[in-house]
């Protein structure tokens, strides 16, 4: 098993920045990945941002890509989301997942291990 912690979220006003942490804990040798997905109210779950742990291979989804910036610290087992020019529609409850088997990027079904998720307030 391995366990999720997110930290990080708040409330900005638009242009403004957050830097989003995750700690994973337990069984963090099987993971071969680690994404950040985010919900608003009333919408599905989507992606946001992953990378590989030991390459550090990036993916974005194209509404964040160039003001998001996903890294990692492997001897935290950590990872990070840094987020910038924040914008309301950046509006969220933003989970951390972890993906053991090195599934499809995008796609929620890839990953095995979920956080709690952290709520990330942006405002107008």
């Known amino acids: 098993q391995v366990q999720l912690v997110e930290s990080g979220g708040g409330l900005v006003q638009a242009g403004g920045s957050l830097r989003l942490s995750c700690a994973a804990s337990?069984?963090?040798?099987?993971?071969?990945?680690m994404g950040w997905f985010r919900q608003a109210p009333g919408k599905e779950r989507e992606f946001a941002a992953r990378?590989?742990?030991?390459?550090?291979?990036?993916y974005y989804a194209d509404s964040v890509k160039g003001r998001f910036t996903i890294s990692r610290d492997n001897t935290k087992n950590t990872i990070y989301l840094q987020m910038n020019n924040l914008k309301p529609e950046d509006t969220a409850v933003y989970f951390c997942?972890?993906?053991?088997?090195?599934?499809?990027?995008?796609?929620?079904?890839?990953?095995?291990?979920w956080g709690q998720g952290t709520q990330v307030t942006v405002s107008s």
């Open positions: 337990g069984r963090t040798f099987s993971i071969n990945a």
């Open positions: 997942a972890a993906d053991n088997n090195g599934g499809l990027v995008r796609s929620a079904l890839s990953y095995e291990y």
């Open positions: 990378i590989t742990w030991s390459s550090g291979t990036t």
